[in-house]
């Protein structure tokens, strides 16, 4: 096979063909029998997927995108590499907190994203970019303690017709150990919609984390569509860990009222006012004004009663939603940095869960918890009057344009300003993917963290479901956390271009 149809293999729904051959031979020698002898102390992974975990997780850093390469050249599937990458970091990285080190983990999904996205020529730099990353949280996590991912206690396990009923209990009662032997007879007799159904619900319900719990969520389960639900054990048994993260705090949440809890509290409440029929409201580009505005200056409480009332008087989820992802776009304008970031991806991940949960009282609790936590990611910032509802595209003269050259130079130098350029060059040529295809270049060319890759495929999958004029002011806001032309290179796409051979 010639290495196009490595790279389309890895652009098809699933990604389920192999990468294929290069044209050469690698001088590696295959995984043997006795590779996979495994440390009793650590959870078993499907036998067919670990001696290629082992392989990640044992070769350094300096090495392992070359010697991937020649993996791949030899016939690795994208499927399997895919997998073996999110495997090795549920096993080998701590998921508390569920962020810094942890990127490694959570990225994995978004740099699949971007592969699907991504001309032939560079559809194999997210993944090796991200085989890098779980090098570097590994090294972090040695030096943090060397966590790993321990065996089931199957004694402790629940028998299938008790399980969902024993994982509510203990996650109601942040109960670590009665919940991973539940998660774990969950997985193995039940389907992943009913387990999602669970797991999405308690994702969002404290603001420990910032988000990142239900980034998790969301993250883990579109990944296992891809490479298989054979492999959802130690991934959910992970994310359950990471849901019942407490951030340090010694009160058990289930006995206490703590801050980071309350949104949920008065939340299991107020959607219970929300009338019959809510899904059929109509688009209303006002109402969404509204809610913006309740974002911008309002509180938890504040934006969950708007939602609900806005709800109650016909207006469809879709415009709330149109709100919630320009109330993030808006934040990001106003104190740009980690907080505001991610009130987009937490959004992104919100909204991936609304679309695929079937529960009513839990698709109601995740806009209203997205609007609640809104406020919480602005944080103490003040604001400096950085609407995006009034920002006015740049205005220009009579036989100008603006061109996606002049905006990429412009973000090094000038963030609002490449957003009215955004603007501008929205208003004359319409269609937004030359610019969202513009900017998944730059992150491959230049991130260098997985927020970077996190915000980029979050912003560009969100931006395809809005109505149009608030896509565009989405997007223009998304440069104040975007690569310009004039950001230094990460340095690895020579390297992983020479290692493929591209």
């Not at 420990?208 to 959910?236: C, D, M, Q």
């Not at 289930?254 to 801050?259: N, R, T, Y």
């Not at 809104?374 to 009034?390: E, T, V």
Request: glycine share 8%; charged share 25%; net charge neutral.
């Amino acid at each position: 096979m010639k290495r196009r149809s490595f790279l389309k293999t890895a652009a098809s729904a699933g990604a389920m063909g192999a990468m294929g051959g290069f044209g050469f031979l690698s001088r590696l020698p295959s995984v043997s029998a006795g590779e996979a002898v495994l440390d009793p102390r650590r959870v078993r992974l499907d036998a067919g997927i670990e001696p290629l975990v082992r392989f990640l997780e044992e070769t350094p850093r300096e090495r392992l995108i070359e010697e991937t390469a020649a993996r791949v050249k030899r016939g690795l599937s994208y499927r399997d590499l895919l997998a073996a990458l999110l495997l090795a970091g549920v096993r080998n990285i701590q998921p508390r907190p569920v962020g810094f080190k942890f990127h490694a983990v959570l990225v994995v999904n978004s740099a699949h994203l971007a592969s699907l996205s991504s001309p032939d020529k560079d559809r194999g730099l997210p993944i090796f970019w991200a085989l890098d990353q779980f090098k570097s949280s590994q090294a972090a996590d040695v030096r943090e303690g060397d966590w790993t991912l321990g065996p089931v206690d199957e004694p402790a396990v629940p028998p299938g017709h008790k399980a969902r009923q024993a994982l509510i209990q203990a996650l109601d009662a942040w109960d670590e150990a009665a919940a991973d032997a539940a998660i774990v007879g969950m997985v193995r007799t039940t389907g992943a919609h009913e387990i999602f159904e669970v797991l999405a619900r308690y994702g969002v319900r404290d603001f420990r984390e910032i988000g990142h719990k239900e980034i998790y969520v969301a993250n883990s389960f579109r990944t296992l569509e891809v490479i298989g639900w054979h492999h959802a054990e130690p991934v959910l048994r992970s994310v359950v860990y990471a849901i019942l993260d407490r951030d340090g705090e010694k009160a058990n949440p289930s006995k206490a009222d703590l801050p980071p809890d309350r949104p949920f509290r008065r939340n299991k409440e107020l959607e219970k006012s929300i009338r019959s029929g809510w899904l059929d409201g109509k688009r209303d580009s006002d109402a969404a004004a509204e809610l913006l505005r309740a974002i911008r200056d309002g509180s938890a409480v504040d934006t969950s009663e708007t939602t609900v009332g806005l709800l109650n008087r016909g207006v469809s989820p879709r415009s709330i939603f149109d709100a919630l992802f320009t109330g993030a776009g808006e934040l990001l304008m106003r104190a740009p940095g980690i907080l505001s970031l991610h009130a987009a991806t937490f959004t992104n991940a919100a909204h991936y869960a609304w679309q695929h949960t079937r529960d009513d009282e839990t698709r109601r609790l995740l806009l209203l918890q997205n609007a609640a936590f809104l406020p919480l990611f602005r944080g103490k910032s003040q604001d400096k009057g950085l609407h995006i509802d009034r920002m006015a595209p740049l205005e220009m003269k009579a036989g100008e344009g603006i061109t996606l050259e002049d905006v990429f130079d412009t973000i090094s130098r000038d963030r609002l300003l490449a957003a009215r350029k955004v603007l501008a060059y929205l208003q004359a040529h319409g269609d937004p993917k030359p610019l969202i295809d513009a900017g998944r270049r730059q992150t491959f060319l230049k991130g260098r963290d997985s927020h970077d890759y996190k915000f980029t495929s979050a912003v560009w999958e969100d931006c395809q479901v809005m109505a149009p004029a608030a896509r565009d002011r989405y997007l223009a806001a998304s440069v104040f956390n975007l690569k310009g032309s004039g950001d230094s290179d990460n340095g690895l796409v020579e390297r992983i271009r020479a290692a493929l051979g591209a």
